[in-house]
T-cell receptor
Framework: KAGVTQTPRYLIKTRGQQVTLSCSPISGHRSVSWYQQTPGQGLQFLFEYFSETQRNKGNFPGRFSGRQFSNSRSEMNVSTLELGDSALYLC???????????????FGQGTRLTVV | SQKIEQNSEALNIQEGKTATLTCNYTNYSPAYLQWYRQDPGRGPVFLLLIRENEKEKRKERLKVTFDTTLKQSLFHITASQPADSATYLCALSMNSGYSTLTFGKGTMLLVSP
């Protein structure tokens, strides 16, 4: 069974630009969650998509957005990049059907974004 | 305020010893608590999950305890090996959430031969 695939692995962008990151979940999984990881703040939840709908959102500015397609693949977009957006962006794949979450999350390798 | 605290300083132990990592939380009522391992530049990998009404869970050399009165989980690795060196993250899932995990910042474990 293929794992969670994130592309690209590395990105270097300039302040003010925008960026789109992609995540393909495990086959059959309908939930994709996005996290930002920085040395100072650790892993912070951005948002979760389930069946093409945003089901939950973390405390990030509106410059961070996402979407999910009918095949469960998800993209996140960051507009007007700031230096502080430099981070490892991780997506996690789950079935998404249970509340509370009682199964493991499968993470991708992440996209390392550097804003210069 | 809500907090999840893990030892910010690295834990250094000798091969063969038992490593014990701590996760304390404040103002959360998690339904489940999970532990993940993360290697540098990689995504976290799931290790163990424990329910709020379970006291202890084991898997091979790993053991996790969960005390909802103390609001604390302990994660043990017995007979530790250099290959166990990594950052270990605890994560909470709440009754209100579906697939959202709230993570601690992690503790780095260094096992020396």
């Amino acid at each position: 069974k293929a794992g969670v695939t994130q592309t690209p692995r590395y990105l270097i962008k300039t302040r003010g630009q925008q960026v789109t990151l992609s995540c393909s979940p495990i086959s059959g999984h309908r939930s994709v969650s996005w996290y930002q990881q920085t040395p100072g703040q650790g892993l912070q939840f951005l948002f979760e998509y389930f069946s093409e709908t945003q089901r939950n959102k973390g405390n990030f500015p509106g410059r961070f957005s996402g979407r999910q397609f009918s095949n469960s693949r998800s993209e996140m977009n960051v507009s007007t990049l700031e230096l502080g957006d430099s981070a490892l962006y991780l997506c996690a794949s789950t079935t998404g059907v249970s509340r509370p979450m009682n199964t493991e999350a499968f993470f991708g390798q992440g996209t390392r974004l550097t804003v210069v | 305020s809500q907090k999840i605290e893990q030892n910010s300083e690295a834990l250094n132990i000798q091969e063969g010893k038992t490593a014990t990592l701590t996760c304390n939380y404040t103002n959360y009522s998690p339904a489940y608590l999970q532990w993940y391992r993360q290697d540098p530049g990689r995504g976290p990998v799931f290790l163990l999950l424990i329910r709020e009404n379970e006291k202890e869970k084991r898997k091979e050399r790993l053991k996790v305890t969960f005390d909802t009165t103390l609001k604390q989980s302990l994660f043990h690795i017995t007979a530790s090996q250099p290959a166990d060196s990594a950052t270990y993250l605890c994560a909470l899932s709440m009754n209100s959430g579906y697939s959202t995990l709230t993570f601690g910042k992690g503790t780095m474990l260094l096992v020396s031969p």
